[in-house]
Structures are given as C-alpha cells and as structure tokens.
C-alpha cells in the first residue's frame, strides 16, 4: 500500500473565500468608483479561478479524494449561483433588465435578496467544515471519505437552522403578532368594539398619558395598536407623559399620567387606568368593556328608553302594597345605561295617556302585573304603528296585552312551562321545574352574540309563559322566533310541573321577533316579545347568556345591529360546585388518591419482589 500523503485543496478554498471577500468589500465598503470596479472584478475573477482549479483537482485525483473533491466543487457552485443573484439586483441587472429589478418585479427582488444570503450559507459553512475534516487526513495514505460525509451533513444542518431562524425573525417581525402567555392577561378588543370602530365615519382621537417604559401604558397600547387596524384612518391613537405635555393634558382636563381619553368633536370620555400594574390588573382585564362603553357614548348619538309604570312592573322602584316582591330591573337599567341609554319613566303623568313621546327610542313593558287602561293602550298601538319599538317582557300572572299582540301576530296563553329533565335546579323541589335554560337560538339580529357563542352562554327563564304565533301572520309582518325552548318543555296547564295527558313537548318560542318593513325614508317597526320577564330582571342579569340577550335585543330594536358582538373579558370567573360535587371532591382528594398511590406501590414492589429470585438463581447457575 502507498504511504504518499493526498495533497489537501485548503489553499484553493483559501483564494475561493479570497476572491468572496474582494467582492464584500469592493460591494458593500467602497460602494462606487474604480475602486469598487476593481475589487469586484478581482474577487470574481478569484473565484471563478478557484473552481476551474478545483475542476483540474478533480480530474487528477484519485479514487478515494475524487468524491471529496466533487462535493468541495459542488459547493463552489453554489456560492458561484449566490453571486449571481446578487449581481442581478445591482448595476448588472438594472443593465440587464433596463432598470432596478426592485421597480420592474419587486416580488422577485424581495425572493432574490432572501435566497442569496441563504445560498452563500449552504456554501461557505459546509465547505468550511469539509475542509478542516481533509486536512485533518491529509498525511492518512487513505481519505476516509465517511468523515468528510459527515461533515458535509453536519455543515449543511447547521445552515439550515441558520436560515430557518432567520426567517423566522423576518417573518415574526412582519407579521407583528404578540401571544400574551402569562396568567394574568390585558383583555384583546371584542367583536362588538371591533364593529364600533369599523363604523366610524368622523375621526376619533385616543390619547394615552403615561410615562414611558411603563408597564401599563404597554398594555393599553398594545389593545390600541390591535384595535387600530379596524380603522386606520379614522382612529387616531397617541401616547404622551403628562409631565412633559402639561398643556395638551389640561386641554383634555387629565392631570396625571395613567389616564386614556376618547375624543370626537366636543365630546371626550377620560378613563383611569393607574400606573401600577398590581393595582391596574381588574382595568386591564375588564378594558373591553370599559373602553367599548366610553366609545359608544363619543361615537354613537344618545338614545331614550321609556319603561312604562303604574301597572305593577318590574321597573318599580317599591314594591306594591298587597303583592309580593319581585326581583326588579335595576341592572337592566345599568346596562342600557352602558350602552349610551337615558332611561326615563313612562306613565299617566309623563303622557302615556295621550302618546308616547317622539324622543323614544324604545319602549319597554317590563313584567306588568296590572292591565293597561284603553287611552295608555291606544297610545302603545299607534306609536308601534308609526314605526316605533317595543319591547314586551310579560308575566304568566299579568294581562294578556291581547290589544298589543294581536297587531303584531302573536297570542299569549299565559301557561306556565315545565321541563322535567332539563333544568336549574335551585330549591330541590317540583317547582324547579319552571326554571328553563336554553342554547337553542335563530340566527336573527337580536340574538347575535348568543348565536355566536354556540351554546357556552345558555339563556335562563324562571316562571314563563306560553307564546304562540297567529297563522297566518299579519300581512307585511316577518316573524322570527329567536329564543326556542328545550325539546321537552311542556305547557303546565294544571301547575303540578309533570307531564300530564293532555300535555305535550315542544320547543316553545320564548322570545319572538317580529318587523314590519316601511317604504324608504321611513322607520320600520320593531318588536320583541319576551314570554318571562323575569329574564331581564335582576335576577338572571348576572348570567352572560341573559346579559348578551339584553344587549342584542337593544341594539337590534334600535337599529344598531350592526355592532353586536361578545365583549372581551380577562377577568376570573369563579369555579362553582353544588353540594354533590363538593363530596366527590373531598372523598376522591381524601381517600381515593392516596389509595390510588398505595395500590401502585404495592405493585411495583410486588413486581420487584418476583424479580429477585430469578436474578439469584441466574447468578448461581453462573
């Protein structure tokens, strides 16, 4: 065997590397003139002369240097196909394609710059590694191509990740996105806030007075920033220190930093955040809620509802003497304040007598225990018939407003509903029955959060009545049934809250949404019957699936359907257990987790007690 060491191709790698470095500096230092000229064309001039080289090496080596010398020449040519790309966003090929190639094909010129540097790291990393690998053999008499192999395998990975975690970066820093993965979290803009936004037609100025590297200040920012993109030009949001712009604060009646203002026109709507994220933690988790309020009273004109009284309502502030006391609607009243509502009484004295007042934007018969007189019913009926809205919320133990209903294409029979397998169960007792929870919703306006939320915000009714549609309907009115029963709700005809004979299932409606279009130019009317009033009182009004309800139901009757939606909302909700789950609990943590571990150490150690013997024996045979 020959003893003659293989002659290593690091020197010409070395001019290769050379001829890469001319062109760095005559390209990126020198920029223009002769010199440029001449370093560029030098260092293309080495390179190239490098792999014509490295051709003459490969065509003269032997056998076991002929593969490392093809994958080193392999490489030459991937850093020569670098070069190229590179030169063809320069003079070269504005000259080539009569002009920069970023202004004829700006998608080629952003996939070139990208590709170049990627291929001149598929070159130089691997080839560096094949090259130490070489001269690490260049006296063996022979060259164990698998290490090189390796080498190159190795350089090539190494690359990859390189360019893999650079365009990562690129694309992390385009896209711009946040995933906020901490427990404590800055409530993201709603839908229903989405919408507001993207409905502005004057522009609305935010201005956000903290100081800065404050950690606060970054979170409302960052809600801002992802909510701008709704509205770019329209909603205008600026950050300033109220130390440093002392007037422009006084302007906007904010005397110390951690302060929001929403401006539009004359109107400006201040909100306090606080500076420490300690104390700031429930205003950053409820900011959806509280920065949509703010902007529905800037950026939407404020409207009036009347709740009629004298009948026994809900709306009663006392209760009446001789009737028992019922849950009111003070929290319904809350909020439609919190959607830009004046909320106004509307009885005999107030004029309801004579007509409904022209400001009205709704009208809301909440849970009347007491017939209407014929005048105040009259009233009703024409301001219903001139396109305005009602809203009916009625009690199984109150009048039938058959003089309501009838124009509007419903009956309302006043039964009580029973389910005697989906329910609440509150007291324990038969008459929990009457307490009904529902997921099943229409895709109308007035019922559009719930539809969305698919079942997660159930609707609950205690105590209500039977509602059923007059077929036909009226000419020219459109009904919708947008909240329906459970499948086994019964009309309880006899109150006993079991299914009787006569007695059948059936989703009954329990809220019907009924419209009459108007010719252009003129409101159409709107009304939703509600078949329990009990679901707007105070109550049900904690219940997310009752409060969205509430909600939508407003803004459809007013005509601002348009930006319903789920308000967002970081704020804990607490977990809950009936008594029953209690005692799972404590008995599953108390006894049957330790039992658990007990039982997996006794087999464990059985398992290793039948091991031993047969390793002994195994060493005794030995």
């Known amino acids: 065997m020959s003893t003659r060491p293989v002659s290593g191709g690091l020197p010409v790698t070395l001019a290769f590397v050379s001829g890469l470095l001319a062109i760095f500096i005559g390209e990126r230092i020198f920029g223009i003139g002769t010199g440029r000229t001449a370093l560029s064309g ?63 094909s700006p998608r080629l010129a952003v996939s070139l710059a990208a590709l170049f540097p990627a291929l001149m790291a598929c070159c130089l990393l691997p080839l560096a590694m094949v090259e130490v690998a070489a001269a690490a053999m260049s006296r063996a008499p022979v060259l164990e191509t698998g290490r090189v192999r390796s080498a190159l395998y190795s350089g090539l990975g190494l690359a990859f990740v390189l360019i893999f975690a650079f365009a990562s970066m690129f694309v992390a820093t385009q896209a711009d996105a946040t995933w906020d993965l901490s427990y404590f979290r800055t409530a993201k803009p709603g839908e229903a806030t989405r919408k507001v936004i993207r409905g502005l037609n004057e522009p609305l100025n935010v201005t956000l007075f903290f100081p800065p590297a404050n950690e606060v200040g970054e979170a409302v920012g960052q809600y801002f920033r992802d909510l701008a993109v709704e509205s770019p030009t329209l909603l205008n949001v600026q950050r300033l220190d109220q130390a440093v712009e002392p007037a422009r604060a006084k302007s906007l009646g904010v005397h110390s930093n951690g302060t929001v203002v929403l401006a539009r026109g004359d109107r400006k709507e201040p909100f306090t955040v606080g500076l420490e994220i300690e104390r700031a933690r429930g205003q950053l988790q409820r900011l959806d809620q509280e920065i949509q309020r703010r902007l529905l009273t ?50 005999v004295s107030e004029g309801l007598g004579t007509e409904v007042p022209r400001d009205a934007s ?77 997921a099943t919703f229409s895709s109308h306006p007035s019922v559009t959060s719930l539809s969305s939320l698919a079942g997660q915000a159930p609707a609950v009714f205690t105590g209500a009545g039977a509602l059923e549609q007059v077929q036909p309907p009226p000419n020219g009115l459109v009904q919708d049934v947008s909240v329906r029963a459970h499948g086994a709700t019964f009309a309880d005809t006899n109150g ?19 419209e009459k279009p108007a010719p252009p130019g003129q409101a159409s009317m709107r009304a939703v019957v509600m078949a329990d009033a009990d679901a707007v009182s105070d109550l049900l009004m904690g219940n997310m699936g009752n409060a969205y309800l509430a909600v939508d139901t407003l803004r459809w009757l007013t005509g601002e359907e348009a930006i319903s939606g789920a308000v967002s909302s970081e704020e804990d909700t607490p977990i809950q257990h009936t008594r029953e789950q209690d005692a799972v609990w404590f008995y599953a943590t108390v006894f049957l987790g330790p039992a658990l571990v007990m039982a997996v150490g006794f087999v464990m150690t059985r398992r290793r007690g039948r091991r031993a013997p047969r390793a002994a024996v195994a060493g005794g045979e030995r």
């Open 42 to 104: 030098l260092g293309v001039a080495m390179a190239v002369g490098a792999v014509l080289w490295r051709f003459l090496r490969l065509r003269a080596a032997s056998a076991d240097r002929r593969a490392v010398e093809a994958w080193a020449l392999g490489l030459y040519g991937v850093g020569l196909a670098a070069l190229v790309l590179y030169f063809l966003q320069s003079d070269v090929g504005t000259g080539l394609f009569g002009g920069p190639l970023s202004q004829k």
């Open 362 to 438: 709704v009208v809301v018969v909440a849970g009347a225990t007491r017939a209407f007189l014929a005048e105040e019913l009259n009233a009703l009926n024409e301001y219903v018939n001139r396109g305005g809205r009602l809203w009916l919320a009625l009690e199984p133990e109150g009048p039938d407003f058959q003089p309501l209903l009838e124009p509007l294409g419903l009956k309302f029979l006043k039964t009580p509903l029973a389910n005697d397998q989906v329910y609440f169960r509150t007291t324990r007792q038969q008459s929990d029955r009457g307490n009904l929870g529902t």
């Open 496 to 514: 006993n809250f079991t299914l009787d004979a006569n007695e059948t299932r059936r989703p009954w409606p329990l809220v019907i949404a009924v």
């Open 298 to 347: 800037v950026a939407r004109p404020r409207r009036v509802v009347y709740f009629t009284s004298g009948h026994g309502e809900r709306a009663e502030s006392r209760a009446v003497p001789g009737e028992t006391a019922r849950p009111s609607v003070e929290k319904l009243k809350e909020l439609l304040r919190a959607q830009n509502v004046e909320v106004r009484p509307l009885g």
